[in-house]
């Protein structure tokens, strides 16, 4: 390992959570120690399987990645978050890891990689209202980040990201492939869409985002693309617009309940209540635009309210988004001081990600997508300057430059939150603006 520290080494690299907003990594570890470090490998969205894939390859590159931070965060305790069904990827890691590392083996429910559910389930503390896990003297780490961070400390930055490639293709598989590359060209890499027109929800089917703009470059944080036929249910449900999310929720919800009793946050004993959203909503009518509710603050817009819970297909988790949007735009947080409690009835009502997945039709998409080893580089990417949270990167080359894969091409200046970018190929810069393309050599 290099001669300097680790947060300099993760800094340089570019290094963001993999598993999330893309939170830069170095700030998470700047403050130190920190009792309990948590690998997240709980990865739990339907049809998305990149971190099993990555556990089962990389196993031994994961572990470095947790001895190094668990050094450099002097943390007494290593616990690996990871679904007890996968036994393949638990040997692999097993392998390359010493007894202090103990494994909290979960059921296969969503969202069971959900931070303060992991925490939860990994050391029985609840992390406080609106908080962070550093509060109860944990950091939780996606075992992607742990994989670049290994790399981090040989001096190698982050240029490829892991993905898998699922649902109306010929070859569902996962990937490594260069950051900025298209996702036309990663349905190619599938075998292809089995359909003629189709769209894509990318980073996962309750949490991800729709996608119909095939350009779109993969980023630090694309966890994985499913393809769907645009006739799809959960590709029509993410076409309404707000309005008529609004104007229907507010007409036809009839306070049963059920978003709440399904909640994963509410059943951990947050105060984040659905139908009382909805209720704030009955009051303010479907077409006005202001409307909210406290009841909001806590969402984690895990969708499990809209797109399993609510019988009549309202959309309880964008109203609560919206809200809640609102009210911190507004100044309002949430109450930290209010004690949790987990709900004695939470175990009976976790969803199985297997039921889940036939709920969402997408049951007949439910196949393995293995790792498969490729040389790829495309013609082209279009690398973001801004795919993390915080400040863009500020570009350091020009166009008609020459790169070469792993050169700094955006960088963060000072204590700015932001995360340094790399070429992901070598190359001739053709564009700059918020996006950093490059021609293939
Ligand atoms: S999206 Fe729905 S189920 Fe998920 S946290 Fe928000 S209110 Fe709860
Ligand atoms: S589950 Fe649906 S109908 Fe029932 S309270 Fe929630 S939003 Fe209303």
């Known amino acids: 390992m290099p001669d300097r520290s680790l947060y300099d080494l993760i800094r340089d690299a570019g290094v963001v959570g993999a598993g999330g907003a893309g939170f830069p990594t170095h700030i998470k570890f700047a403050r130190s120690p920190v009792e309990t470090l948590i690998a997240n490998g709980a990865e739990c969205e339907p049809l998305i399987h990149k971190d099993k894939e ?5 196993g031994a590159q994961v572990i470095s990645g947790l001895a190094l931070t668990s050094e450099w965060l002097s943390s007494k305790n290593l616990i690996i978050g990871i679904k007890a069904k996968n036994r393949a990827e638990v040997d692999s890691l097993k392998t390359s890891a010493d007894g202090r590392v103990k494994f909290c083996l979960m059921k296969d429910i969503y969202p069971a990689g959900d931070e303060f559910i992991l925490v939860y389930e990994a050391t029985g503390k609840l992390i406080p209202p609106g908080g962070i896990p550093l509060e109860i003297g944990c ?87 499913i393809v769907l036929p645009v006739e799809h249910q959960q590709v029509v449900r993410r076409s309404l617009p707000p309005k008529a999310v609004k104007r229907i929720g507010a007409s036809c919800c009839d306070q049963c309940y059920r978003c709440t009793e399904l909640c ?6 947050y105060q984040i209540v659905p139908h009382e959203v909805m209720r704030s909503l009955l009051f303010a009518g479907g077409e006005r635009q202001k409307f909210f509710s406290n009841y909001s603050l806590l969402c984690i817009e895990c969708n499990i309210c809209s797109l399993y819970a609510c019988p009549e297909d309202l959309d309880p988790k964008n109203i609560c988004t919206w809200s809640k949007r609102e009210l911190f735009a507004s100044g309002v947080r949430p109450d930290k001081s209010r004690a949790v409690k987990a709900n004695p009835m939470r175990d009976g009502r976790q969803v199985p990600t297997k039921l889940l997945t036939r709920r969402l039709g997408l049951a007949p998409y439910d196949r393995d997508a293995p790792y498969t080893e490729i040389e790829f580089a495309p013609e082209r990417v279009r690398i973001p300057l801004k795919q993390h949270a915080g400040s863009a990167a500020v570009p350091v080359v020009q166009v008609g430059q020459a790169v070469t894969k792993g050169q700094l091409v955006g960088d963060i200046y000072g204590d700015n939150l932001g ?9 001739i810069v053709e564009a700059v603006d918020s996006f950093i393309t490059i021609r293939r050599k």
């Open 54 to 58: 990555l556990m089962k390859r990389f």
């Open 139 to 225: 950091v939780v780490v996606n075992v992607e980040t742990l994989y670049n961070i290994s790399h981090a400390a040989e001096g190698v930055p982050v240029t490829e990201k892991i993905i898998t490639i699922s649902g109306a293709v010929k070859t569902p598989a996962t990937f490594m492939v260069p950051i900025g590359t298209a996702y036309a060209d990663c349905i190619v890499l599938a075998g292809g869409a089995t359909v003629g027109n189709y769209a894509v929800l990318s980073g996962g089917a309750m949490m991800g985002e729709l996608v119909t703009d095939m350009s779109t470059p993969v980023t630090k944080t694309t966890a994985g693309l």
């Open 264 to 269: 994963p946050r509410w059943l951990l004993g």
């Open 419 to 427: 995360a340094k970018v790399h070429a992901s190929i070598s190359g």
